[in-house]
């Protein structure tokens, strides 16, 4: 491979913010969920590169033909590659695919295809454009990228802050992340958070069913937390973590009364006791996220009430770790159902995605 930007590239990364910037000389974008990927093309090879320098190609063999079809034959475009369906973007088909067999990726390539979305333009035949400013990256982008192609998607971009707001309020139950903000003049800077994110961020109240400790044996590393469903079953949904080194021993002593005889009438008994999965979901045991880490945790009496500050959920969990923002003595473990999350309804996934129609 010949190209004047060469693998590893560490993707230009952004800061979180918590509404729409309004600055002058800002491009917006969609957020997408999905795996954010560099890829580079010379001629007949393709390389997908990730974020931590893991090979992603083996993994998405059917998109390499797709993109020797829509892409430039010498270029590096930065993107996303996500798995489309009726209901939005489905990320936990897309880790799925990180399989190591490959008669197992190829099964999953044929049944769940990828998609990818290009919105940045590093290099192209002979020339390096990570100096060049963000607004020329992308008019050259939009010369070489189409919408033509299946599967190949060039992402929406507006210069409109009130479009970038309504895209953040439509969009989120279709499985986007959020708003993406790009200053107009901006060159390709690996590895700095030189752009803003903005992300759908709300609370709700959990039951506090266990703990683990945290990794350096010195105090607790994450909250177990549960929610009901109509049926009274408590399902875990996800952990509370990022504590301080003195947040993590003081719930230590917080958690302490509670472990007594947890586990007399814990709704999670039988996995605690057996390891083995109950009905609903459970907080533990080897799973394809796991990656071979220790999942051992401490029952507590599901008695304490968490409010949480989450992004959003899927497929009934929350979809990234949450922050604890304070205890609800105020609020009985039964109130803590699945009837407080909202789920906004996917919203017009097929006028950006063709594919949905097909």
Partial sequence: MDLPVLPPVRPMLAKAVHEVPRAPG?????????????????GDEVELGSRNDRPLTRYFPELVDLLKEALPPRCVVDGEIVIVTERGLDFESLQLRL????????????????????????????RDLTEEPFAERRRLL????????????????????????DWFNRFEGAGFDGVMAKPADQPYEQDRRVMWKVKHE??????????RWHKDGNGVGSLLLGLYDEAGTLHHVGVASSFTAARRKELVEELAPLRENALETHPWRRWAEAHLEADGRMPGGQSRWSAGKDLAWEPVRTELVAEVRYEHVQSGRFRHGTRLVRFRPDRTPESCTYGQLEEVPPAELSTLFGEVRS
């Fill in 26 to 42: 800002l491009r917006y974008e969609p957020k997408w969920d999905g795996f954010r990927c560099v890829v580079f093309r010379d």
């Fill in 99 to 126: 399989h190591p067999a490959a008669s197992r990726v190829r099964k999953l390539a044929e049944e769940t295809p990828a998609s990818f979305v290009v919105f940045d333009l590093l290099a192209l035949g002979d």
């Fill in 142 to 165: 939009e010369g070489v990228v189409s919408g033509e192609f299946a599967r190949v998607h060039l992402t929406p971009m507006t210069e409109d802050p009130d479009v970038a707001q």
């Fill in 202 to 211: 709300r609370t709700a109240d959990c039951v506090v069913a266990g703990f």
